[in-house]
């Protein structure tokens, strides 16, 4: 892959109801706020994508929204439907195309205004499956069933999934949900969908972030140190969940394999010093971990309990408090990217490492997954 | 280094207003072998996938998840881009950036809609702002209406210079067994059928149509390997200017003129009424046969009319449009710009049969949609230089 | 089975609900149409354009708008058409009553187009360029049905 870089990140403060601010508001906040990071002007943006989800938006070409506010009136503009991460994949292809140098992306969503699981229940089957009622809770919490009884993961240490990124998240000004909680706390929640209790579950969440790519011609002509793009990729498993073995994610494994083989990384588990990652529901940090390689089968709830994953330790996971803190559908990818930025940056506490890993999700159940390797150095 | 593109192969579904005998999945696939067929390849070759459509015409939320089973991309890449009318185009531009940025090297792109799903009018409505927008807009047809209005009252232009598009369209599409509407209709005709909207009748626009579209796109070295003659991706431009519908210039497609001047300057055209061979225009209602070839720069303001009736845009004419028959002829939505993405592809690999236009060098396709947005992509028989 | 057969399955009444949030801008136009019946719209500092409806962000300044000023409530039909073919109302779930005219209107003092009805009672006198002045209700609640239509002046 040709080198292209992240020059600057921006967000919004993630917040479970966000009732003053349309999409353009919080586009046009995130969007600024980047700018701002990168020393650039809008001039000197080339292009931009916007991401974001028609039914999560309740609008048809739910992009049209946030055109003006995203300075896209006068550019070559495209929008991704489906995780920031994915979004920010097409703005990569973009900035090394040939066609443009500098791509910027946004990801927006407001789970205030609508009905999740509604909107959750029209990603199933229309024929077979919408029908009886499952909407991502439900499916999720059949997943985690599956994963528990295949690797012995107990409920404790999902819980104590919940204690470490609710901590961490009380110091990440953005977060939405910041708070010291015990493992008891989490076992005494109301119980949602067994075995997933109130506090195993991501909240609703309003927010936008925003991020400028740009590529080796461009990367270095702005006041940011460029987090440089070492390899990214994508993969869809089955769409049934009758047709996947629901405690793996293969589709993850495979994008994991191909970005840590374009980021040339031979011992991912020792080369990558921070993750951002997808966790809507606890067990999927502990899942997504086991699934990308970097911790035996079975072995990630147990090196959890023992503070492997802790934020101030050698590799810390979701250093940011994670989607359990603030899990604005669409732009929660991206701001996995803007954290592990900021992070090997260093305005933000990262433990010193020199490569991050960011992860994404599209679809029920981890479907589909977006692999992100950032290194510091070129 | 960025690579050259070029698309290799196509596929499409025979369209048709309603195809109960499908589910989506099923439809999609259709188009999916017809393209892989096309280019003598097998889902093997593909290395990523593309697709769009539009959410609520068929009430499925993450299609690009769901469409696996017949897109083929199980344990593949796949990715969705949405934006509208133009969807299809944007999806074509998607499937260019992503095989010139070097990431992959064969993508298969996909466009669909089963538009008998659900009711149309209603779904568009909802692409528009529910505070402001949503009261009054009654679907694509009367944003058109008044646009239509608009350019008859700034040039004097009237509703059988309309109809002759319609015409046109639907002359051409009797050549295309692929399009739906496949039966000549004259003047008198489109005056006649019912008005829908003023002066909008019901045979000035576009269908409701179920159906797939596929292409596959290739780099460089890949496609001049290919079992066919590729079509080369010299530039693409669009341009998606408004949030709200009342910010626009009525009359006028301004998104439409940036975009060509952006195309044209891109690969130095000066005359392209006389450099471009065929058009493929994303045209969902007779009157944008006028304005639009105005705002794309074939012909001045106000001269839309005169060039149509002189016959220039009809096939053997100066510059023929729509071969296929267009958008009047079928209009399957999120497949809809990459049908005539597709076709414009077709007509520079020789490959449009009995639509076939002698001799395209460069060819235009286009996407319209969203709050009067453009895509456009020129086509190329010759391989670009830069 | 014997013969060829295609199944349908309905979706039933399903719905989505929504809770559009309106804005600052939105709301601020809102509330003013309600207490005095006047339309705000909003300046960009940098090309002087005037918006309505109200919004932040001027698109092709990307600069931000902060101006507000009060447009029409006269003005004209920038353009029109007049809806005869039948629809479901996606806000209401029923189909929308036809005929009804479509205006795009420009108030004076603004410079992009406000939609709403228009008046079709003469069709004669619909026409780009012909004046019109806003029926308000009696009581309004702040959102866009606090008007009735556009009525052609003579």
Known sequence: ?378 | MAKRVAIIGTGQTHHKSHRPDVNGQELINEAVKRALQDADLTMKDIDAVVIGNMDHFEGINYVDCWSVDGSGAVMKPIIKLTTGGTTGCTIAIGGYHIVASGLFDRVLVIGWEKNSESDTTGAITTAFDPVWDRLVFAGAISGLAAEAQAYMARYGATDRDGARVSVRDRKHATNNPYAQLRKEVTLEEVLASPMLADPIHLLDVCPRTDGACAIIMASEDLAVKSANKPDWIWATANRHPYSYLGDADYGRLTSMSESSKELYKKVGIREPRKEIDVIELYQPYSFAGLIWIEDMGIVGHGEGPEYVWGGNTDMGGELPINPSGGVISCNPIGATGLIRCAEAAMQVMGKAEGRQVPDVKHAISTGFGGCWWTDMILHGSEKPEY | MTEKENIIVESGGAIQPFKYAVGMYGSKFFAELRETGKFLAVRCPRCGKTYIPPRRVCGPCFAEMTEFLEVGPGGTIGTFTILRYAFIDPETGIQKPIPYGYGFIKLDGADTLFQHYIDIQDETKVKIGARVEPVLKSVRKGTIRDIEYFRIID
Not at chain 1, 257 to 280: Q, W
């Open chain 1, 1 to 378: 892959m040709d080198r292209a870089a992240i020059i600057g990140v921006g967000m919004t403060r993630i917040e479970g109801n966000k009732k003053t601010d349309t999409y353009a508001d919080m586009a046009w906040e995130a969007v600024n706020r980047a700018l701002e990071d990168a020393g650039m002007e809008m001039d000197d943006i080339d292009n931009v994508v916007t991401t974001s989800n028609d039914f999560w938006d309740g609008r048809t070409i739910s992009c049209m929204a946030v055109g003006d506010a995203s300075g896209a009136a006068n550019k070559n503009v495209s929008c991704v439907e489906g995780d920031g991460t994915f979004g920010a994949f097409y703005g990569l292809t973009r900035s090394l195309s040939g066609s443009y140098d500098t791509t910027l992306v946004t990801a927006h969503s407001k789970g205030s205004e609508s009905v999740s699981s509604l909107i959750t229940n029209a990603a199933f089957d229309p024929i077979y499956e919408r029908g009886l009622g499952l909407d991502m809770v439900s499916a999720s919490a059949m997943q985690a069933r599956a994963f528990m009884h295949r690797t012995g993961t107990t409920q404790e240490q999902l819980a104590m999934v919940s204690v470490k990124n609710h901590g961490n998240a009380m110091r990440n000004p953005m977060a939405q949900l910041a708070f010291k909680i015990t493992v008891e706390d989490v076992l005494n929640s109301e119980m949602i969908a067994d075995p997933l209790h109130k506090l195993d579950c991501s909240p609703v969440s309003d927010g936008c972030c925003a991020v400028i790519i740009a590529n080796e011609k461009k990367a270095g002509k702005y006041a940011r140190k460029p987090v440089w793009i070492k390899g990214v990729s994508f993969c869809s498993d089955s769409y049934h969940l009758g047709d996947r073995d629901l405690s793996r994610s293969k589709s993850l494994t495979a994008a994991a394999e191909k970005a840590y083989a374009m980021a040339g990384l031979s011992n991912p588990r020792k080369e990558i010093g921070l993750v951002e990652l997808y966790d809507a529901f606890t067990y999927q940090e502990l899942m997504w971990l086991e699934e990308m390689g970097l911790c035996g089968e079975g072995e990630a709830g147990k090196l959890l309990a023992k503070g492997a994953f802790d934020a101030d330790g050698k590799f810390p996971v979701n250093p940011s408090g994670g989607l359990l803190s603030g899990h604005p559908v669409i732009a929660a990818g991206l701001i996995r990217i803007a954290e592990v930025v900021k992070r090997l940056r260093g305005d933000e506490n990262g433990s010193g490492a020199k490569i991050g890993l960011a992860q994404g999700t599209n679809g029920l159940c981890g479907q589909s997954h977006c692999v992100w390797i950032l290194g510091k150095d070129k």
